[in-house]
């Protein structure tokens, strides 16, 4: 038969869809699968009242062989097959789909039909590795078989031919390999059953493959002892390679927490049993199944660039995507798993969702569910909830932090800190049910570690009530604070603030007095130290200690040093000024040291001022802050303990 031309400004679209539409070439292989598993769909569903078919649904099958003498890949299936009008129909004009038209024949019919493709550009994909596609296709109910063929834009041709069944074989001719593309590596075992298993593997029908397996054989040699030596040889044996049902689509009676560990270890590469499995059968106007799993431990690549998150996404068990970070909200990128609806709204490469209310749907649900399952899991066993949050707290607070606290409604439940009179990490909610009836404030400490934290002079008089402390060591922290402000109705007060809610009025009136009559004495201070602080000023939290560093506005002292360590951590277009806190030089007036600044004020200038570096020193030291000049600050000690 002469050469046809496709119908459709052949040349443009067909490039298009090769080199543009189809991001990864190895998808070939599912597209045609996916079609196979469509056509053999139709001719189950046909069989239900026909039973001239004379196949059950266990003679379904799809065959993948393999030629490397030839370089061809066929792919054949036993499935309903197509007449001469249908392969110029469905094959001749490009993104007609005959599966879309069957889907759409069949929506008011009851039975379970599932068809994957619906854009008719799938089959195309073969373009991209072969230089030749032939379709040898034989439909139910007819006995001539044709052969369509075609090197790409260029046209095709049908020709009757012979075939003994109903069905259709694909035969791709293989393009020359180059040296940037390895084409022969599609004719290899390895790289076709991991291509099947990695899109395919879910497909109903049997998908089966000659593999090449090892077995011991018996040798005419004989050994030392009398026996015949044996050695190893080579057989090929017919195997089916994908899984055919997925595991989320099996009723929860049928799999057991051992199975669904199992399975995410051996699917997603984790050595360390999941936290918790999630599973999801929704159905409505958004059906779908979902497994989720979160993770115990966090991969070594999670904290970088190169970790991508996402869950799974298939189609009528083929996977569309590998990563869909859309289904997924950033503060639960940890969770890993699958979802798996014949509802998505696919692109025409279905490699892509489109952005519709369905996903948007999906993924608000699948965020509620992560939140009850934490949240469920650190209620009932907190030991596995502190393994998880060792290494995924972080992102929790994070999720808190971005967004000006956006998502803490959703996430303040889950984080914890660490406790001062429990020394390990606490949900905030169990630090407010164990607050005194008295207690005003949830109180919190930042710093560099616990250690420091347990000594911090600021904290002694939180400390002396018998009160407990929230120890924030991590640079998200603060941040987390702020934007939480409030927990149950119970704000949170640092022990930095100046009014910590323990001073009665008669030691307000009293500090008051002390500030007003040490007035001149604090501007000094200040003065003394150009610049270095906001201001000096007495403090009443100050019990042992002569002095401490505090920050007055809305950037901390640990903040300061987050700022810091960024800029540090900035590549390009650093500021030469990173965000600074306004400090402030707190002193004890009932201390021995502020005595004796007060005695050198009124005698001895000089000398106070130099008391006042001091003091300033030290606090900087006790905040964990480094010395402006370690070598000055040490000829003073000198010069007041032996000048």
């Known amino acids: 038969m002469a050469k046809k031309q496709f119908k459709s400004e052949s040349k443009r679209l067909l490039d298009l869809m090769v080199n543009s539409i189809y991001t990864h070439k190895e998808i070939f292989l599912r597209e045609l699968i996916s079609n196979a598993s469509d056509a053999i769909d139709k001719l189950c569903y046909i069989s239900l009242t026909d039973d001239k078919v004379g196949l059950n649904r266990d003679d379904f099958k799809i065959t993948i062989t393999a030629d490397k003498e030839a370089r061809t890949l066929t792919i054949t299936d036993n499935g309903v097959g197509m007449t001469s009008k249908e392969l110029e129909t469905n094959l001749g004009v490009i993104a007609k789909s005959g599966s879309l038209q069957f889907k759409k024949d069949m929506e008011d019919k009851p039975e379970d039909i599932d068809i994957i493709g619906q854009f008719g550009v799938g089959f195309y994909s073969a373009f991209m590795v072969g230089a030749r596609l032939t379709v040898i296709s034989r439909a139910y109910g007819e006995t001539q078989a044709n052969k369509w063929s075609s090197t790409g834009s260029d046209g095709y041709s049908i020709d009757p031919c012979e075939k003994d069944t109903p069905g259709t074989e694909i035969i791709i001719e293989l393009k020359e390999d180059t040296q940037d593309e390895n084409y022969g590596e599609y004719l290899e075992e390895y790289t076709l059953t991991s291509l099947i298993k990695k899109y395919s593997d879910y497909v109903r029908w049997p998908i ?293 809610g323990l001073d009665s009025e008669e030691d307000k009136q009293e500090a008051e007095k002390q500030e007003t009559e040490n007035k001149e004495l604090l501007e000094f201070v200040k003065e003394t130290l150009g610049g270095k602080i906001a201001a000096a000023r007495l403090s009443q939290k100050l019990k042992s200690h002569p002095c401490s560093l505090a920050a007055q506005g809305e950037i901390s002292l640990e903040m300061e040093k987050y700022f810091k360590a960024m800029q540090g951590r900035m590549e390009n277009g650093m500021p030469e000024e990173f965000m600074r806190a306004q400090r402030v030089l707190e002193l004890n007036a009932s201390h021995p040291s502020f005595t004796a600044l007060k005695n050198a004020f009124e005698n001895d200038k000089e000398k106070a001022a130099k008391y006042a570096k001091v003091l300033y020193g030290q606090a900087l030291l006790t905040a964990s802050v480094p010395l402006d000049d370690p070598a000055e600050f040490s000829e003073l000690v000198n010069d007041l303990l032996f000048g």
């Open 208 to 500: 089966i493959m000659d593999v090449t397996k090892s077995r011991q054989v018996e040798t005419d040699e004989l050994d030392d002892d009398g026996n015949k030596k044996k050695t190893w040889e080579d057989y090929t044996e017919t195997e089916v390679i994908n899984s055919r049902v997925p595991i989320w689509q099996r009723p929860k009676s049928e799999v057991t927490d051992e199975d669904c560990a199992e399975f995410y270890k051996e699917k997603f590469f984790d050595h360390s049993d999941p936290t918790a499995v999630i599973r999801v059968s929704a159905e409505g106007l958004v059906s779908y199944r979902a497994m989720l799993f979160i993770p115990s431990v966090s991969p070594y690549d999670y904290y970088t660039r190169e970790f991508k998150a996402g869950l799974q996404l298939y189609s009528s068990g083929v996977m569309i995507m590998e990563h869909c970070a859309d289904l997924l909200p950033e503060h639960f990128r940890f969770v890993r798993g699958i979802v798996d609806s014949p509802d998505f709204s696919l692109n025409i490469s279905r490699e892509m969702l489109q952005h519709d209310r369905q996903l948007k749907v999906i993924a608000t649900n699948i965020e509620k569910k992560i939140k009850a399952e934490l949240k469920k899991v650190m209620d009932e066993d907190m030991e596995k909830y502190e393994k998880f949050y060792k290494s995924f707290g972080v992102q929790i607070k994070y999720g808190i932090a971005n967004g000006f606290g956006a998502n803490k409604d959703m996430l303040q439940d889950l984080v914890m800190f660490y406790s001062s009179k429990a020394q390990k990490l606490i949900p905030v909610a169990e630090y407010v049910k164990n607050m005194p009836e008295e207690q005003k404030y949830i109180y919190y400490a930042s710093g560099e570690n616990v250690t420091l934290l347990d000594k911090l002079p600021q904290a002694e008089a939180v400390r002396d009530k018998g009160y407990e402390i929230l120890y924030l060591t991590e640079e998200v922290d603060e941040f987390v604070i702020r934007m939480l402000r409030t927990f149950e109705e119970k704000e949170f007060r640092s022990v930095n603030d100046d009014d910590l």
